[in-house]
């Protein structure tokens, strides 16, 4: 199973996309990557934005998780979504890390209704517009007092 990590990350109604064009139709999809053997979920987080975007960030507690069943081009993947709290810098795309065209402001609004990988525009939106906003706890060493 493939784990992918992402961020959201929300200013003035909008939450911060990477823009794809994929069959001729313009996607988005939530700032994030695979995660490597042995690294630590928020480190591969806040790698991924840093290569990609240019920003250091700030990582929160888990939106949601979700699971993708497999296809033909795509192994099974265990999406993890955060809650990204702060960018330091100007989110731009670099083009030698990420195939995404530009970065997009995507206004919560549309969400519900946006082409987005993961597909969670509709669960986004619930989260974003409710109060108060319930996440789940990461705990990052589940295993720290050693007892196995």
């Known amino acids: 199973m ?3 990590v992402s961020g959201v990350f929300e200013r003035a109604g909008e939450i911060l996309c990477m823009k794809y064009i994929y069959g001729g139709k313009e996607v988005f999809s939530l700032p994030g990557g ?8 928020r480190e591969a987080i806040v790698s991924e934005w ?10 929160g507690d888990i939106i949601l998780i979700g699971e993708a069943p497999a296809t033909k ?9 955060f809650e990204a709290l702060e960018i330091r810098g100007i989110p731009k ?3 030698d890390k990420t195939r995404s ?7 919560v ?4 209704k946006t082409p987005l990988y993961p597909d969670v525009g509709k669960k986004l939106h619930q989260w974003l517009t409710s109060a108060p906003r319930r996440s ?10 050693g007892f196995w």
């Open 73 to 81: 081009r795509h192994p099974q993947t265990l999406h993890i979504v």
């Open 93 to 95: 795309i670099r083009s």
């Open 109 to 112: 609004e549309k969400l519900p």
């Open 34 to 41: 695979g995660v490597d053997q042995d690294t630590p979920l």
């Open 2 to 4: 493939r784990i992918r």
């Open 50 to 59: 840093r290569e990609e975007l240019g920003v250091k960030l700030d990582i």
């Open 136 to 145: 789940l706890e990461f705990i990052g060493n589940c295993m720290e007092r």
């Open 101 to 107: 065209l530009d970065i997009a402001w995507v206004p």
